[in-house]
T-cell receptor
């Protein structure tokens, strides 16, 4: 079955440590997204990528980094510069890439990141 | 800038109706609506692309007023399964930059 897989489901980070959240899709979608979800804050856009080897910052990119070397993969690294990383992270994808306006998002099941 | 959703929360009895509003300070290409149940991924409801466009999905429909940069989600004859948090997502300015509001928590009681 096609879909988006996020791993791990739960992740713990120590002070000063970088951690990487995985997002893989087999839907052949061009566009991929990372959102952060905090209680009462909705979904806030961290980074998005419309084609391979290209990505743009969202509203809260500071302290995060991404790469898009393959169409099916869009990993998110939470760096030590992100001082408040505890949140639920959602990855999403959709068809169309640069012409994706009329395409819906497919979401993964999320990763809960907590600080030790 | 996040679109603004109202109300923040609403409690209904089964069979009652509700309206959730979404407004943006920017011109919009499209408006998306999703529902999320606790601990789960958001699920797609509908996309509206044109000013004045209306769409329906069972007893859930929506409208998009492009001039006012607003969209409304209408839930009629609510069912217990409608409970969850509803998010509007807007895309405008930079294509691909799909941003969401803070959500509206809907609780349907028997």
């Amino acid at each position: 079955d096609g879909g988006i897989t996020q791993s791990p489901k739960y992740l713990f980070r120590k002070e000063g440590q970088n951690v990487t959240l995985s997002c893989e899709q087999n839907l052949n979608h061009d566009a991929m997204y990372w959102y952060r979800q905090d209680p009462g804050q909705g979904l806030r856009l961290i980074y998005y990528s419309q084609i391979v080897n290209d990505f743009q910052k969202g509203d809260i990119a500071e302290g995060y980094s991404v790469s898009r070397e393959k169409k099916e993969s869009f990993p998110l690294t939470v760096t030590s510069a992100q001082k408040n990383p505890t949140a639920f992270y959602l990855c999403a994808s959709r068809r169309g890439g640069l012409t994706a306006t009329n395409e819906k998002l497919f979401f993964g099941s999320g990763t809960q990141l907590s600080v030790l | 800038q996040q679109p603004v959703q109202s109300p923040q929360a609403v409690i209904l009895r089964e069979g009652e109706d509700a309206v959730i509003n979404c407004s943006s300070s920017k011109a919009l290409y499209s408006v998306h609506w999703y529902r999320q149940k606790h601990g789960e991924a958001p699920v797609f409801l509908m996309i509206l692309l044109k000013g004045g466009e209306q769409k329906g999905h069972e007893k859930i429909s929506a409208s998009f007023n492009e001039k006012k940069q607003q969209s409304s989600l209408y839930l009629t004859a609510s069912q217990l399964s409608y409970s969850g948090t509803y998010f509007c997502g807007t895309e405008g300015g930079s294509q691909g930059n799909l941003i969401f509001g803070k959500g509206t928590k809907l609780s349907v009681k028997p």
